[in-house]
């Protein structure tokens, strides 16, 4: 494990933005979602690309909130653009379980 301080911390933007649109994402190497998530009137609406099939169809994922990375460069993902990355765990199995807020809060806002 590596250690930061609370300045490396800082450095790293994550914030909760709520999805607007899901599909499958069958270009993808491994089974993906794409997604478009707004994060409120500073950011706006950004894309992704997650493996997040094992426990979330496209359908239910709309609406949902997320936390994400929003501060890291654009990465390719097959034939779109990734710009940010979404947050999640490992279950026991390895599938991603999306990191969320337990209550509704307002789109943008920043972890700390």
Known sequence: M???DLD???MVDI???TIVAAEPFP???KPAVRLVIDFGPEIGRKRSSAQITVHYTPEALVGRQVAAVVNFPPRQIGPMMSEVLCLGFPDADGAVVL???DQPVPDGGRLF
């Open 2 to 4: 590596v250690t930061i």
């Open 8 to 10: 490396g911390f800082h």
């Open 15 to 17: 914030r909760v933005g």
């Open 27 to 29: 270009e993808a190497r």
């Open 99 to 101: 990191v969320a807020p």
